[in-house]
């Protein structure tokens, strides 16, 4: 059921799966699972991220939610205790969205103001200084980040944020590119390698429509415009960069991949890609040293190939060596990185890494995966 807004309301249920330590996946234990369980009994979540060691997540009346380890203050409670369970950020309802990194988070409220806690060490946080934090601090004034509309927190809507190891990247409202935090592999895209701590704009382009990047292990961007090009920058080490070669240096500034213009979804599986293009078909590139490009091999590529013959792939989410992907038919498939069971079908671990898509249970209901770089455990919604 959606909401006068657009917004899921009273509908959405969180699972969890993967590996339990520091209590990341909010069951109110450390134990590891293999297939989904249930966070909860509530139906009434709309958003969901993660970051390296935990899970935020979004409820319909816009409480934030959090929960893990806490040692930078990333579950935003103003102290460094973590929690095996969700517990309530404050006392605000108007969170909107939020997205988690290796030990930080950004948020959006639905007045379009971002909001920043957490580590800092690399000015992540955007607020012009190396300072953690364990409260949320606005990231400047502006009220054009509201990169979504209330509509589109489900599966299959271009990611418009992007939250990464210690770098950030987010589309505004005008298709306009910000970046900020580390840089020294080019991936703030801005032609440098030099750290920023505030928001600077990459180019000044006003087409970007999707982006995903950088992970904990890959320094490397990957961005759709509005004319459905594939652009990319970064780290190429594995050829991730898409380009047919690999370089060690990568880029600093976007290059296009090919010259299609049918590129809709993306994916950063840890030196690797995958994008989907609008007629459902899936394709990868990049390191595949745990088969996470899902071409039944481990076969590195620097160019794209596609996943299969399969025309219905839908939304696409990664984690490190890791990826997830939703169906057309509201299924949910995984492989790559399985060491914690976070493949979710219950395969046996932490020998068996399937290196070709295995469906993780039978719902048809599965409506948005966590975004993010964390690859040894999951966190989704179901939308009844």
Request: hydrophobic share 35%; with cysteine; proline share 3%.
């Amino acid at each position: 059921m959606m909401g006068a807004a657009g917004v899921a309301s009273g509908d959405g249920s969180l699972w969890a799966w993967g590996g339990g330590h520091n209590g990341k996946l909010g069951l109110g234990d450390t134990t590891n699972r293999s297939s989904p369980s249930q966070v909860g009994d509530l139906t009434d979540w709309i958003d969901v991220g993660a970051y390296f060691r935990g899970g935020l997540a979004v409820k319909a009346d816009g409480t934030l939610w959090s929960w893990g380890d806490n040692a930078y203050g990333q579950l935003a409670n103003g102290n460094t205790t973590g929690s095996s369970s969700p517990a309530q950020v404050g006392s605000l309802t108007n969170w909107f969205q939020v997205e988690g990194g290796e030990e930080h988070a950004i948020a959006i409220k639905t007045d379009g103001t971002l909001w920043a806690w957490g580590r800092n060490n690399e000015g992540q946080l955007g607020v012009g200084d190396t300072t953690d934090r364990c409260s949320p601090v606005q990231v400047g004034s502006l009220t054009d980040w509201k990169g979504m509309s209330s509509d589109n927190l489900t599966a299959g809507t271009p990611i418009k944020i992007s939250v990464g190891f210690d770098t950030n990247l987010v589309i505004k409202d005008d298709g306009t590119l910000w970046t900020w935090g580390n840089g020294n592999y080019g991936q703030l895209g801005t032609g440098s390698i030099t750290d920023t701590s505030s928001p600077v704009q990459v180019g000044s382009l006003t087409n970007w429509a999707s982006i995903q990047g950088p992970s904990a292990e890959d320094p490397q961007v990957v961005a759709v415009k509005t004319d459905g090009t594939l652009w990319a920058w970064g780290a190429n080490n594995y050829g991730q960069a898409g380009q047919g070669s690999t370089t060690t240096d990568g880029y600093s500034s976007p290059v296009q991949i090919g010259s299609l213009t049918t590129w809709k979804y993306l994916a950063t599986p840890g030196n690797g890609v995958l994008a989907s293009k609008t007629d459902g078909t899936l394709w990868a590139w990049g390191q595949n040293n745990v088969g996470q490009l899902g071409l039944g091999n481990t076969t590195n590529y620097s160019s794209p190939v596609q996943v299969g013959s399969l025309t219905n792939w839908g939304a696409i989410t990664s984690g490190d060596k890791l990826m997830r992907a939703i169906k057309t038919d509201g299924t949910l498939w995984a492989w790559g990185y399985n060491y914690y069971g976070q493949v979710g079908n219950s395969a046996s671990y932490p020998t068996a890494y399937p290196s070709s898509p295995v469906q993780i249970g039978s719902s048809t209901k599965w409506g948005k995966i966590m975004r993010g770089n964390m690859g040894s455990f999951t966190i989704a919604l179901q939308f009844n």
